[in-house]
C-alpha cells in the first residue's frame, strides 16, 4: 500500500467502515491490507474498564476532607520580604542622613571650654564634659538647645521666638536673657543673671528674674536668691546642690578623680569656688563641709 494521499483517505475511510464492497475487493489485494485489518481487528478487540461510580465518589470525598494546600499570599513571600527590609533600610539611612545634616552638635572635652555663637547672634560659653545640639533648619522658627552639662547662655531676644533650652530633668524658656543651667542625672540648676526665664520641670513651673534660681532635685522644683549678679567665667557657684553635682563638676573643670567613697555626698553645698587654681578650690568646697582631702597627682581622696 502506498503512502499517497488518495490511499491515507481510503484507509481512513476502512477505519470507519465507509467503504464499498468493490473499494473493500480491491483493498484486499494490498498486500500490506493484512497488517492493517490485523491491527484494526486488535483495536476492536479493547475494552475499556467499566467505571466503579461508587469508587469514584469515594475518592472524590477523600479529597475534599484532605487539608487544603496552603495559600502564600504575595505579600507573604521571601521576595516581599527582602524587598520590604530593603525598603526599611533605605528609609532609616536617608532619615539619619537627613537629620544627621541639620543637627549641629558641640561636645567639650575634660577641663575645656568653648564659646559658641548661634545663628541669631545669641552666645553660649559651654561648660566642660559637657554636650550642645541644636537643629540648623528649623532654628528660625524653633530656637531649641538640647544640653547635657553646664552652660552660659546670653540670648538675643527675638520677636514671636522663644529660646528654649531642654536638659534632662526640665526646660528653660526665655524670651531674652542671661542665664545659666547646670544638668545633672538627679539634680539641675538654672540661674538668671539678666531679663527673665521660666522654668518648667517636675511638673511645676517658676518664673525667674535677676538674681533668682530654681533648681531640680527628685521631684522637687525649688526657687531661690543669689548675691553676685554677674556672671563669670572663672568662678562657678552653687545653691544647695548635692556634693555629687558639685565634685562631678570639679571632675570635669580641673581633670581630675575624686574618690568620695568615705562621704556622704548627698549633703548640699551652696557657695563659689574659682577656677583658677584647684587647690583653691577644693578648699573654697571642703573646708566648709568639713571634709578633708589628701591629693595625690591627678586623685584627689576624700575623708
Request: with cysteine; glycine share 6%; hydrophobic share 35%.
Amino acid at each position: 500500500m502506498s503512502n499517497s494521499g488518495y490511499d491515507k483517505e481510503k484507509l481512513l475511510r476502512l477505519i470507519n467502515n465507509e467503504l464499498g464492497d468493490d473499494e473493500l475487493h480491491k483493498l484486499s489485494a494490498d498486500p500490506d491490507f493484512q497488517k492493517y485489518k490485523a491491527i484494526l481487528n486488535e483495536v476492536d478487540s479493547w475494552k475499556l474498564p467499566e467505571l466503579d461510580i461508587a469508587a469514584s465518589y469515594d475518592r472524590l470525598k477523600n479529597k475534599k476532607t484532605k487539608t487544603p494546600a496552603k495559600t502564600i499570599n504575595w505579600y507573604q513571600t521571601n521576595v516581599f520580604r527582602m524587598a520590604a527590609v530593603l525598603l526599611l533600610l533605605a528609609t532609616a539611612l536617608t532619615y539619619f542622613i537627613v537629620s544627621g545634616n541639620s543637627v549641629v552638635t558641640y561636645e567639650t572635652g575634660v577641663a575645656e571650654m568653648e564659646e559658641i555663637t548661634l545663628p541669631d547672634g545669641s552666645v553660649i560659653h559651654l561648660g566642660a564634659s559637657s554636650q550642645l545640639s541644636y537643629n540648623k533648619d528649623t532654628w528660625e522658627e524653633t530656637r531649641e538647645i538640647h544640653l547635657k552639662g553646664t552652660s552660659h547662655f546670653d540670648v538675643m531676644h527675638k520677636d514671636g521666638a522663644p529660646f528654649k533650652v531642654h536638659f534632662k530633668l526640665g526646660t528653660a524658656e526665655v524670651l531674652g536673657t542671661a542665664f545659666e543651667v547646670k544638668s545633672f542625672e538627679d539634680f539641675a540648676s538654672v540661674m538668671c543673671y539678666d531679663g527673665k526665664v521660666k522654668v518648667n520641670a517636675s511638673d511645676s513651673t517658676i518664673t525667674l528674674i535677676r538674681g533668682r534660681g530654681a533648681r531640680v532635685r527628685g521631684r522637687g522644683l525649688r526657687g531661690f536668691e543669689f548675691q553676685n549678679h554677674n556672671w563669670s567665667q572663672t568662678i562657678t557657684r552653687f545653691d544647695s546642690a548635692p556634693l555629687s553635682a558639685v565634685f562631678t563638676t570639679m571632675e570635669a573643670q580641673f581633670d581630675i578623680r575624686i574618690k568620695a567613697d568615705e562621704i556622704d555626698i548627698t549633703r548640699t553645698f551652696t557657695g563659689s569656688y574659682s577656677l583658677q587654681d584647684v587647690d583653691l578650690a577644693l578648699k573654697a568646697v571642703c573646708n566648709p563641709m568639713n571634709i578633708s582631702y589628701e591629693k595625690n597627682g591627678n586623685t584627689v581622696t576624700l575623708q
